[in-house]
Structures are given as C-alpha cells and as structure tokens.
C-alpha cells in the first residue's frame, strides 16, 4: 500500500480513511511515487510531541524506492509530508489560514497519536530536500528534516 489510511486526512485526532483509487503518478522536484512492489529500503521515522522527527536527516540513492514508515508516539496529530524548502513554508502558511483542510498526496502521512503511517516514494532527483510536519505550531517549533538524494 503506498499510504496508510490515514493519508487523505482531515488534521485531527480522529480516524481517516483513504480514499478508493488510483495513487497520483506526478512527478515532483523531489521524486514521484513509488510502487510497493519495487521498495529497495525501509526507513522508520519516529514523530514525538517535542516536535522532532528521528531520524532527521536521510541519505538516498538516486533511483530508490524508499518505504517510509512513520511512527507517532506522541499524543497529538503529526504528518511528514516530503517537499522543497519553498513548498514547505508555501503549504505550511496555508495550514495557518485553513487548519482543517484535507489532504490526498502521495508525499504526505498524517499519523495519529500512537499510529503508524506509510508512504512509498520514489527518489528518481538528485538533490536536497525537505520533510516536515505542517501542522500549525509544529513546523515553527523546528519539525523538519532533510533529505540528500545522491548519484547512483
């Protein structure tokens, strides 16, 4: 499954359902989602409520397909949703204005308290990118991380 059912989410603390259908294929700067079928790694990313993600920094082969696998074990709503700096704090002033909008996106896992999350991407860009949580407060209080995509 390339997202768990907590993906399409409204933010809260209440259950989300994937929605039915096909997974978005689009091409992003950092990648484009990924087949299951084809995962070369697994990465566990644990999401607490001091507002860090752990690990925080991640080092990726051009070409692999990495499954995330996101870990809330605080007691308030986290998400890791993948990006570019500039598309972070685009989304993240979004958040700010409308803090209940859903959410649908290949690259993003909203995981609540206790939850598990998944999301298989593909990282076929080289290149420095960004994850964070964009819930408001979160992302402010420093709930990001990087990740370096290197040559095969």
């Known amino acids: 499954m390339v997202a768990t ?12 359902v994937k ?24 990465i566990e990313v644990d999401m607490t409520d001091a507002m860090r993600f752990t690990p925080d920094r991640i080092e990726i082969r051009q ?11 605080g007691k308030v709503m986290h998400e890791f949703v993948l990006g570019t700096k500039p598309e972070l704090d685009e ?9 209940g909008m859903e959410h649908d996106e290949p690259y993003m896992a909203h995981v609540a308290p206790g939850k598990r999350g998944e999301i298989v991407w593909t990282f076929n860009k080289v290149g420095e990118f960004d ?6 407060g979160h992302y402010e209080a420093g709930m990001v991380g990087k990740i370096k995509v290197v040559s095969k």
């Open 5 to 16: 059912a907590s993906l399409a989410a409204a933010h809260g603390n209440e259950a989300h």
């Open 19 to 42: 929605p039915a259908g096909p997974i978005k294929l689009e091409q992003k700067a950092w990648g484009i989602a990924g087949d299951p079928k084809k995962v070369t790694r697994t």
């Open 63 to 73: 070409g692999e397909t990495v499954r995330f696998v996101h870990m809330n074990s």
């Open 91 to 99: 989304h993240a002033a979004l958040m700010k204005k409308f803090p």
């Open 131 to 136: 994850f964070a949580c964009l819930l408001p």
